[in-house]
T-cell receptor, first 108, second 117 residues
Framework: GQQVMQIPQYQHVQEGEDFTTYCNSSTTLSNIQWYKQRPGGHPVFLIQLVKSGEVKKQKRLTFQFGEAKKNSSLHITATQTTDVGTYFCAGGSYIPTFGRGTSLIVHP | ETGVTQTPRHLVMGMTNKKSLKCEQHLGHNAMYWYKQSAKKPLELMFVYSLEERVENNSVPSRFSPECPNSSHLFLHLHTLQPEDSALYLC????????????????FGPGTRLTVL
């Protein structure tokens, strides 16, 4: 079945540093979604990418979808303590397959 | 609040108990999902109901039994669970528009933290 791999599993950064998480699929994805889960919380939808090579920005967050629609990335510029949480990508067709997530730890 | 509620929020049960988890969505969505989230496997899809019909069952053990009486309510009936079933059980809903290519953005509930003794 379709698999969505996400790396790294954990990332420690100092506040102000940048952060990137990567998502890779064994098959072409029709779309990719990104979710954020705060500690003790539940996943919350951030964004969806559909087009090959698409780039979207939300303030300090930049989301990219690869040209082959098999990979995606989320980049956070100048992290803040409020960015702490686990970031999941979810790709595929009608029922998305979730990656394992990247847990971001921001040290003040 | 995401418009998806789950009860109870915490549940402790013995292996011989029978309990049920409840999920309700107030978003007018037509698809609902059960996920299991544990440290070992972060987000496992268990069941999907679209238009009240089960469309996917990812080989979940029969000790978990879903029920979807209408598009707003979803239950997960539990019986003779094992300690390894201890996890956070998340419910989600989305608006299913098959064939349109539309995104199935999922709205998650707060989850039920289940501990099996």
């Amino acid at each position: 079945g379709q698999q969505v791999m996400q790396i790294p599993q954990y990332q420690h950064v100092q506040e102000g540093e940048d952060f990137t998480t990567y998502c890779n699929s064994s098959t072409t994805l029709s779309n990719i979604q990104w979710y954020k889960q705060r500690p003790g919380g539940h996943p919350v939808f951030l964004i969806q990418l559909v087009k090959s090579g698409e780039v979207k920005k939300q303030k300090r967050l930049t989301f990219q979808f690869g040209e082959a629609k098999k990979n995606s990335s989320l980049h956070i510029t100048a992290t803040q303590t409020t960015d702490v949480g686990t970031y999941f990508c979810a790709g595929g067709s009608y029922i998305p397959t979730f990656g394992r997530g990247t847990s971001l730890i921001v040290h003040p | 609040e995401t418009g998806v509620t789950q009860t109870p929020r915490h549940l402790v049960m013995g292996m011989t108990n029978k309990k049920s988890l409840k999920c309700e969505q107030h978003l007018g969505h037509n698809a609902m999902y059960w996920y299991k989230q544990s440290a070992k496997k972060p987000l496992e899809l268990m069941f999907v109901y679209s238009l009240e019909e089960r469309v996917e069952n990812n080989s979940v053990p029969s000790r978990f039994s879903p029920e979807c009486p209408n598009s707003s309510h979803l239950f997960l009936h539990l019986h003779t669970l094992q300690p390894e079933d201890s996890a956070l059980y998340l419910c989600a809903s989305s608006q299913d528009r098959p064939g349109t290519g539309a995104v199935n953005e999922q709205f998650f509930g707060p989850g039920t933290r289940l501990t099996v003794l």
